[in-house]
């Protein structure tokens, strides 16, 4: 098993409430990221796929995400900024850790 699938995993488990029961998937569309993000295509952001392979191999992937998602940003990805999200801490780490785990 690799480090982000352990990673996620563990967040998982930590996670034994409400947002444990939900998917990562459900919790990228319950927090809005897919009205501007895509698994295999960009919509207005990068597609998630393209962040994984970006950050493939990047112990500090995770943390750097979480601060991006946090903070908002532009630049990396293009000239249109991403606003700052106020996704709850222990839904972030399982959305991120969902995106870095994606394979191409």
Known sequence: ???VR???AAVG???AGASAAQSPEDLLKKNGCTA???VDKKVI???YNDVSLKYKGDAGAAAKLM???KQGGAGVWGSIPMPPQP???AELKVVV???LGLKK
Do not use: E, Q, R
Request: aromatic share 4%.
């Open 97 to 99: 850790a969902y995106i």
């Open 36 to 38: 501007c993000h895509a």
């Open 45 to 47: 952001g990068p597609a």
């Open 87 to 89: 996704i709850p801490d």
């Open 1 to 3: 098993m690799n480090a």
């Open 6 to 8: 352990l990673l996620a």
């Open 67 to 69: 601060a991006k998602v």
């Open 13 to 15: 488990l930590a996670l």
